[in-house]
């Protein structure tokens, strides 16, 4: 039997604003002492009152303007009235009918699929809860801490139509929203700090039959997550449907320890919000002006990025490589500042220094390499001063000290030797040292060439030109 | 009204007896509800909003809270810097 | 010779600028009163005591040193207790909040005290507001100083027996659906309700966020003029508080009435009205026509759908504001309970009045799934049009009066068997609340009777012009022999 998936995404992005949604308390809380960055407007303290951050509304009109949305003149907030520990007022501060953006659209980079955006809309974050257990999981705690440095940190939410056919397509979308993200500058989408969250709905269906019933799945925390939830959960609304049972409509969660997703059925009945427009503050007015200077002031967003990299040389997949991290795009972009080739950059960092930075799990911009001096590196390479297997030895050295190549390359004697009588002498060393081996050449023993050339490099401590070497050898031999 | 279901919403726990004045009290109060469903609003558009203004914004600068000592002070039970809550199911 | 206490804010601040009296001596003569009365009123959930009399004492220092004082500095003002107090406990008269002591000041409390006024208690009240007789006070009750086997009226019931006792020289209170004006006119003193959004409720613990202002409560209409300079103007950190000027209030006081038009509500004598209550209206109505004031019939049609309209609109923002009440961040809790849901119901079960609780769930009703178009969304329909009706109604007339009550005070313990006979307390008052517009009570003393309050509306930010008129109808009332006051 063939199925059908439909999948669709929600997705909330912490803004980087300096201060809350309504409130002048800061949004930098990660790593900070708990309830050590409220005030009473965050804490749902009696008589508080909100105040809206001119900054978030910009920051959340340019999502919308990067996704192509219908931005709508007039919107406003609405009260959405629950009862947990960590929503300090019972009532989270949301949109509702009416949100900042609707009705967009995304092309996803290497499919090409368009995405509907269904809305964007700003709402305040809650905040957190410790579950003093061993594994720190809500399931196994007799009590809870909280902790509200979080509430009332802004966020957008984008919600995408339901237009994913598979996994793979929901992660390129994810990764793709947050690049752009990322490029406008107002959020830096890391799901694994939480800046980024993403809940999915997924249906199953025969083909040519009606769509299924929709599955909220919550708590994936990374791209991989993501994916494996998704693939895991269609599997499990499959096999439930092949055995002849039916799939609830419900909320589950992903154990990423257990890989698979579990059912949150057993809590309360369905949530009634009782949603009504709140009644402190005002509706937002959106005029022509102010968009007309954001559009103005809009960063450069990762298609365009792409194609501009592509233009400079670089090949479409090195390019996007390079625009889904963000902050290794800046990176080649001050760095081509110092080395006129593209490629060739382009080529060392996602090489080379990706190792490197991957076995360290750090940033390109944390490692001790600066851009010029990568670019540096680059030069002496291609102004023949060392040869290309130098280079990476020297780049590693300059990785753990951050020491300019040149300093390393001079302390270290690694110099290529382009000098020929040099090298000849060498070269007559090696032969004389080495009487079988030419002899096995002549009989016709081919490979033993480049035998004879690794103890020339070995000789030279590989600071010969290989290139001169094979010339010289191959005369001499 | 389904007293049980909106006490339940409400976080409210109430006596059988208290629940039979409850739905009295609410049926009274209803006769008065009903006269409202009786106005034309056909075309009206509801006051959501009292003032007739955007909603005014503020810069994005940090600005002093509170000191958690102001925090913990007046929470009923606290721990380690933490509000403490019983278990969450 | 009347005590200190007896007199008005605008009177003992000429005395303190003449040397006459000194703060201390007004303080002391309050204090006193305070001993005398409050246990027979309990107009006060807490006196602050010690610190009206130090700080009357810095007050009269800073005189005596020749430092420049704002006008009212030393004059001793009375708070509501749902005005939030800097490092003091406030409760709403509720038991929820038992202990909560508020970290910051509410933005009127600053203002009150950067004109150096000293703030003397905070008063008892309606638990969260909701009430019209301060008969459901987690606290007790206060009894009416002009009689005490009656109610003082509510919700800011402890604020105008204060005032009219002389408990308090002036004093603060809230109004949502008439809580300033409905005791003002029960207790005999003069009360304020500012437009919707002149005063910041930043500070003040919400009841209905679309209806709620803080206002003062006074002895006359100079003392409310002046307050309400003090506490009126914009606020940043209240996005409904309105950018406008704030004009000198007392600047309208004693101007002619000439060229302006007074409406008179129609329905004023309609059923369920008093005899007395409508008796004082057609004396007043006289007066104006007395002195010579074009006054005419006003046909507000809506008016009729407010209490419903309110009874939906105010128990829905108010089931929401009081969700947070749940025992884990402050006030009222409870030990050793198994999970958080019993900790949310316990408390707010315990902690709540039976009157809060009805409103809660009246409120979580019409917001409900399914409810919400026919109860919230049609109410606030219903709401646009009475304020169409005040729109049209004050193209042809400056002001509007009624009676602020249908009746006098009533009897202690009269109408707590039946609420929806407390309600109908508040039916001319509603309207002004849900329209957004302003509005002060006035009282009419007639011969040994209990007062009468007449309820002068204006529109939106019409605030010069009810002062205006009910500054004149005090006069003309006085000249009458038809006022307490002084």
């Known amino acids: 039997m063939e199925y059908e ?112 955006i269904t809305r964007i809309h700003l709402e305040e974050d809650a905040g957190k809860l410790v579950h003093p257990t061993k594994t720190g999981r809500i399931e196994h705690a007799t009590y809870s801490l909280v902790d509200y440095n979080r509430a009332g940190v802004p966020l957008i939410e984008i919600v995408s139509e339901p237009d994913f056919t598979s996994p793979s397509e929901a992660k390129e979308y994810l990764m793709e929203l947050r690049s752009i993200v990322q490029h406008l500058g107002i959020s830096d989408g890391n799901m694994e700090l939480g800046s980024m969250r993403c809940d999915a709905n997924v249906s199953v269906h025969k083909k040519g039959e009606r769509l299924g019933v929709k599955v909220e799945l919550k708590n994936m925390n990374s791209f991989k997550a993501l994916e494996r939830a998704l693939n895991y959960e269609i599997e499990r609304q499959i096999e439930l449907i092949e055995s002849g049972g039916e799939v609830e409509q419900e909320t589950r969660h992903w154990s990423e320890p257990e890989r698979k997703t579990i059912s949150l059925r057993g809590k309360e009945e369905a949530q ?64 081509v500042k110092y080395f006129d080739d593209a490629k060739i950059i382009a080529n060392w960092i996602l090489g080379d220094f990706l190792g490197e930075l991957n076995k360290a799990g750090m940033d390109i911009w944390d490692s001790k390499v600066k851009p010029s001096q990568l670019g540096r590196l680059l030069t002496l390479i291609k102004n023949g001063t060392i040869s290309g297997k130098i280079a990476k030895k020297v780049f590693s050295i300059m990785f753990s000290t951050g020491e300019d190549p040149d300093k390393i390359v001079k302390r270290e004697g690694l110099v290529q030797i382009v000098d ?13 040292a080495n009487p079988d081996a030419v002899e096995s050449y002549h009989k016709g023993k081919v490979n033993i060439f480049n035998f004879l050339v690794g103890q020339v490099m070995k000789a030279t401590r590989g600071k010969a030109n290989p290139n001169v070497v094979r010339d010289i050898l191959q005369k001499k031999i | 009204m389904d007293v049980r279901h909106i006490s339940k919403l409400a976080n409210l726990d109430f006596t059988e007896d208290e629940l039979k004045e409850m739905e009295k009290h609410f049926n009274s109060i209803m006769q008065y509800f009903k006269k409202l469903s009786s106005v034309d609003t056909e075309g009206v558009e509801p006051t959501f909003y009292v003032i007739k203004h955007q909603t005014p914004m503020r810069e994005d600068k940090l600005k002093k809270g509170l000191d958690r000592k102001d925090v913990l002070d007046i929470a009923p039970h606290t721990e380690g810097g933490y509000i403490r809550v019983p278990q969450i199911r | 010779m009347l005590e200190l206490f007896e007199l008005p804010a605008w009177r003992l601040a000429e005395m303190m600028r003449s040397g006459k009296v000194t703060a201390l001596d007004i303080v002391e003569s309050v204090l006193e009163r305070i001993e005398e009365r409050e246990t027979e009123l309990h107009c006060y959930n807490e006196v602050y005591k010690e610190e009206a009399i130090r ?83 987690a606290y007790g009750i206060t009894r009416n100083p002009l009689d005490t086997s009656r109610v003082p ?89 309105l950018p406008v000027d704030v004009p000198r209030y007392e600047d309208a006081l004693g101007d002619t009435l000439d060229g302006m038009r007074i409406g008179v509500m129609e329905g004023y004598d309609a059923e369920g009205v008093s005899e007395e209550v409508v008796s004082a209206m057609e004396e007043v109505i006289e007066i104006f026509r007395t002195i010579g004031v074009d006054v005419k019939k006003v046909n507000l049609p809506y008016m009729e759908y407010a209490l419903p309209c309110y009874y939906i609109i105010a128990p829905a923002e108010a089931s929401s504001n009081l969700a947070r009440y749940d025992g884990v961040q402050y006030g009222m809790s409870e030990d050793g309970v198994g999970n958080i849901r019993e900790l949310y119901r316990k408390v707010r079960t315990a902690g709540f009045g039976d009157e809060v609780k009805r409103r809660i769930m009246m409120g979580t009703y019409v917001l409900s799934s399914g409810y919400y178009d026919a109860f919230y969304l049609k109410a606030q329909k219903v709401r646009t049009l009475i304020r169409q009706d005040f729109e049209r109604a004050f193209e042809n007339v400056d002001v509007i009066i009624g009676p602020t009550s249908p009746t006098v005070a009533f009897s202690i313990g009269e109408r707590t068997a039946n609420p929806i006979s407390m309600y109908l307390s508040d039916i001319f008052t509603i309207p002004v609340n849900l329209a957004g517009i302003s509005a002060i009570s006035v009282p009419v003393f007639r011969g040994d009777g209990l ?36």
Not at chain 1, 420 to 432: A, M, Q
């Open chain 1, 5 to 116: 998936t439909v999948i669709g995404l929600e997705v909330h992005c912490q803004l980087l604003t300096d201060s809350k949604l309504f409130c002048g308390c800061s949004t930098d809380y990660i790593g900070k002492e708990p309830n050590t960055n409220v005030c009473p407007v965050c804490l749902g303290l009696p008589g508080s009152l909100p105040v809206l951050n001119k900054k978030a509304l910009e920051f959340a009109l340019r999502a919308a303007i990067a996704l192509n949305c219908e931005i709508l003149p007039y919107s406003h907030f609405y009260r959405k009235n629950y009862f947990y520990p960590d929503l300090p007022k019972a009532y989270q501060i949301t949109q509702y009918d009416i949100p900042v953006g609707r009705n967009g659209w995304i092309e996803l980079p290497y499919s090409h699929k368009r995405i509907g």
């Open chain 1, 272 to 335: 009634d919000y009782r949603y009504f427009p709140e009644p402190d503050l005002l509706p937002i007015y959106v005029n022509d002006i102010m968009l007309k200077e954001i559009k103005k002031s809009m960063p450069e967003l990762p298609a365009d990025r792409r194609k501009r990299f592509v233009s400079m040389g670089i090949g479409e997949k090195e390019a996007s490589i390079m625009v889904i991290e963000k902050s290794i795009g800046d990176y080649f972009e001050e760095a």
């Open chain 1, 420 to 432: 020929t009588s040099e090298i000849e002498k060498v070269v007559d060393e090696v032969l004389r």
């Open chain 3, 55 to 137: 700080e009357a004492e810095e007050i009269d220092r800073q005189r005596k040193a020749g430092e420049d004082l704002p006008l009212l500095a030393g004059i001793p003002i009375a708070l509501k207790d749902n005005i939030c107090v800097r490092g003091k406990e406030i409760t709403c008269s509720s038991k929820i909040l038992r202990s909560f002591v508020s970290p910051y000041d509410a933005t009127v409390v600053q203002r009150i005290k950067s004109q150096k006024m000293i703030i003397i208690g905070r008063t008892n009240m309606d638990e969260f507001a909701m009430g019209s007789s301060t008969e459901n006070s």
């Open chain 3, 153 to 241: 009226g509510g919700s800011s019931g402890g604020s105008a027996a204060a005032v009219a006792s002389g408990e308090a020289i002036v004093a603060l209170g809230s109004d949502t659906g008439g809580s300033i004006r409905q005791p003002a006119a029960f207790c005999g003193v003069v009360g304020l309700k500012p437009t919707y959004g002149l005063v910041s409720r930043y500070g003040l613990i919400a009841f209905a966020s679309s209806l709620d202002q803080i206002g003062p409560i006074t002895k006359d209409v100079r003392d409310a003029a002046l307050i309400l300079g003090v506490i009126a103007g914009k606020d940043d950190r209240d996005s409904t508080s």
């Open chain 3, 451 to 486: 007062p009468v309050g007449i309820h002068i509306m204006g529109k939106v930010l019409g605030e010069m012009d009810i002062l205006r008129v009910s500054y004149r109808l005090e006069q003309e009332l006085k000249e009458r022999g038809l006022y307490h006051g002084v």
